[in-house]
């Protein structure tokens, strides 16, 4: 076993279907048993990840990310055959791990892995090297934002793309802080609303990220933080606000996350 002066730490990147699959296990099975992925020789023993689950797509919109769980590597790479407790079958590259301390209940939503870690990382890698401090930075994060997902309304999870945002807002604006919806529509902005107490109207656009609001363009249709097509004001409500230069274009953000977490409405 290493010091832990020496432990190295990774995030770990796989799809949520491979980590429900191997939870506790790094695996390839595009490789041949003499084509060792990369990455794959730098783990040892005692080394530490976290299990990430990318489900972004090639589209414009990103989907939700999420933590699975912390682990300390117990062997190292080595191919042979998938575990039994496995659905998967035949053989493939594997570094088996365990689970380190405390774990989420239930794979926690947490914005782009940049933002976590406050730099660029390598896209492309599965194994990504982060710091001891990055690795507790990131654990801390999940550890304080899980909650039960099945409080979440109508979905009885975390939305996982804008759409889903969408519906969670329209089937649930009462319990939102959201007296009525007057309009719903497919362009920006996604609804026009009356809050709780306030009977003017204001623009609500809907994103799973608040960054989205950028790189959609939206801005452009804001001057003032007031919608250029009728002059009413905009707001964002998003599942993670991750961009706080969002809030220089529009009247309020609301995390949607933190609202159900502390049983808050949005408030006017």
């Known amino acids: 076993m290493i010091s832990p002066q020496e432990r190295k730490h990774f995030i770990v990147k796989h799809d949520l279907e491979a980590f429900s699959v191997?939870?506790?296990?790094?695996?390839?099975?595009d490789k041949s048993a003499t084509?060792?992925?990369?990455?794959?020789?730098?783990?040892?023993?005692?080394?530490?990840w976290v299990g990430f689950a990318y489900t972004s797509n090639d589209k414009q919109e990103k989907r939700l990310s999420k933590i699975t769980g912390f682990f300390e590597c117990i062997k190292a790479a080595r191919f042979g055959d998938v575990p039994p407790s496995s659905t998967e079958q035949g053989q493939a590259w594997l570094?088996?791990?365990?689970?380190?301390?405390?774990?989420?209940?239930?794979?926690?939503?947490?914005?782009?892995?940049d933002d976590l870690v406050g730099r660029k990382t390598f896209k492309q890698q599965a194994l990504v090297a982060i710091t001891d401090d990055e690795f507790s930075l990131i654990r801390e994060y999940a550890l304080s934002h899980?909650?039960?997902?099945?409080t979440i309304p109508l979905l009885g999870r975390e939305p996982?793309?804008?759409?889903?945002?969408?519906?969670?807002?329209?089937?649930?604006?009462?319990?939102?802080?959201?007296?009525?919806?007057l309009r719903v529509r497919t362009g920006f902005p996604d609804l026009l609303v009356q809050f709780d107490g306030n009977p003017s109207p204001v623009h609500l656009e809907l994103e799973l990220y608040s960054e989205s609001f950028l790189s959609h363009g939206h801005k452009d249709h804001v001057t003032?933080?007031?919608?250029?097509?009728?002059?009413?004001?905009?707001?964002?409500?998003?599942?993670?606000?991750?961009?706080?230069?969002?809030?220089?274009?529009?009247?309020?953000?609301?995390?949607?996350?933190?609202l159900l977490r502390t049983d808050k409405k949005m408030v006017w």
């Open 224 to 258: 003032d933080k007031r919608c250029n097509k009728d002059g009413l004001p905009v707001a964002v409500a998003c599942w993670i606000h991750n961009e706080p230069e969002v809030e220089n274009h529009v009247h309020k953000v609301f995390e949607l996350q933190d």
């Open 160 to 181: 996982e793309c804008e759409q889903e945002v969408v519906t969670l807002i329209t089937h649930s604006h009462e319990k939102l802080g959201i007296a009525k919806i």
């Open 35 to 48: 084509e060792i992925p990369r990455g794959f020789s730098s783990v040892r023993p005692g080394d530490r």
């Open 22 to 29: 191997l939870p506790n296990y790094i695996w390839r099975t």
């Open 95 to 113: 570094i088996e791990g365990k689970e380190f301390e405390e774990q989420p209940k239930s794979p926690v939503g947490v914005p782009p892995i």
């Open 146 to 150: 899980q909650f039960d997902t099945k």
